[in-house]
């Protein structure tokens, strides 16, 4: 309900003045590691010295033009050449709408290749961001299209929350799938409404996933879904190099470390950039406690 709220609001002008003032861009800080690539190296060097892997994801989403969705992809190509050049474990996450999905699909995918083939070379991956259900069927095919241009080097995050992640999962079984629950408001003809629906539904997944998926991500900060994937991993006799846990920067560092410790491949999320609005309403909306940070922060401010 707070979280329908929360992303109902946030495009209004007035929310998005206050959440970008001072307060709301040290709420940001605390899921964000900074606003260029530089910063995002430098959490990325720390954590890859911690043993964890990382997933960089340079800010951006819903392009208008050409010029932008080049100018989002050279961020990302230097991301991956000073990734490779340094030798750190990580690959980068992008967003189509950032690449030009919106402008035109062929300029989107043209970008994205360029990537895919850049991030391959250095014998590293990409993995598409899942953004709402309007772009669902051409982030699929996308990847589709890329797994068959460089096999297994393009991944895709799917969405539990939605009815046709089951169908999409069976023609993606093949390729690196990362399973979120979903952080976007989708219509109830789209996606279950009650997050107990969404919660099952990425357990069915997840077991499918780690019976016959070809390297599952499994994306979460809920404990008893990562419990259950251990489980089902021992179960079914998975390698715990075949599989991996993703969680965001900055949230669940606890389990992060645990999961770490105990053996498994963990890759952080590390968000860096100046567009990090939508990111931050979308953290705000999944835990809404985390708007007591940001009011704590406006009343000291
Ligand atoms: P859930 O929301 O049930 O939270 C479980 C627990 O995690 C909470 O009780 C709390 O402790 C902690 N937690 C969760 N969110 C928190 C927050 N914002 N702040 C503090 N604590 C929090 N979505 C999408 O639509 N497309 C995508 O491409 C991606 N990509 C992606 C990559 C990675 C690596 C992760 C981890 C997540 C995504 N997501 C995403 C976001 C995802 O869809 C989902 O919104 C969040 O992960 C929150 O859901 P949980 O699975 O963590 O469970």
Same mark, same amino acid.
């Given at each position: 309900m707070l979280r329908n709220l929360i992303l109902g609001v946030a495009g209004r002008p007035i929310v998005r003045r206050m959440a970008t003032s001072g307060p709301g861009r040290a709420v940001a800080l605390r899921f964000v590691a900074g606003e260029n690539l530089d910063q995002g190296l430098a959490v990325t060097r720390a954590l890859c010295a911690e043993g964890f892997s990382v997933a960089l994801d340079h800010l951006g989403e819903n392009v208008? !033009? &050409?010029d932008a969705a080049d100018a989002a992809a050279a961020v990302y190509?230097?991301?991956?050449?000073?990734?490779?050049?340094?030798g750190l474990n990580a690959t980068v996450t992008l967003k189509p709408t950032q690449m030009g999905l919106d402008v035109?699909?062929? %300029?989107?995918? @043209?970008?994205? !290749?360029? %990537?895919?083939?850049? @991030?391959? &070379?250095?014998g590293s991956s990409l993995t598409l961001? =899942?953004?709402d259900h309007r772009y669902t069927d051409r982030t699929v095919e996308m990847c589709l299209r890329l797994d068959g241009e460089f096999g297994g080097r393009a991944g895709i995050a799917l969405q539990s929350a939605l009815y046709?992640?089951? &169908?999409d999962l069976d023609r993606l079984i093949s390729v690196p799938v990362r399973l979120v629950k979903g952080a976007y408001k989708e219509p109830p003809e789209i996606g279950y409404p009650r997050k107990v629906d969404v919660d099952r539904a990425y357990a069915q997944m997840l077991a499918r996933l780690l019976r016959e998926g070809f390297y599952p991500m499994i994306a979460t900060h809920d404990e008893r879904l990562v419990?259950? @994937?251990?489980?089902?991993?021992? $179960? !079914?006799?998975? @390698?715990?190099?075949?599989?991996?846990? $993703? =969680?965001l920067y900055g949230i669940r560092r606890d389990l992060q470390r645990r999961l770490l410790d105990g053996g498994s491949r963990v890759r952080v999320y590390v968000p860096f950039g100046s567009d990090w609005y939508p990111y931050l309403i979308r953290r705000l909306a999944e835990r809404p406690a985390n708007i007591g940070?940001?009011?704590s922060a406006l009343i000291r401010s």
């Open positions: 208008t !033009s &050409a190509r230097e991301a991956i050449e000073r990734v490779a050049a340094e035109d699909a062929g %300029l989107a995918h @043209a970008n994205v !290749s360029k %990537l895919c083939a850049a @991030a391959a &070379a250095h961001d =899942m953004e046709r992640t089951p &169908a419990r259950y @994937a251990l489980r089902l991993a021992r $179960q !079914s006799g998975r @390698a715990s190099d075949t599989f991996e846990f $993703q =969680m940070f940001f009011l």
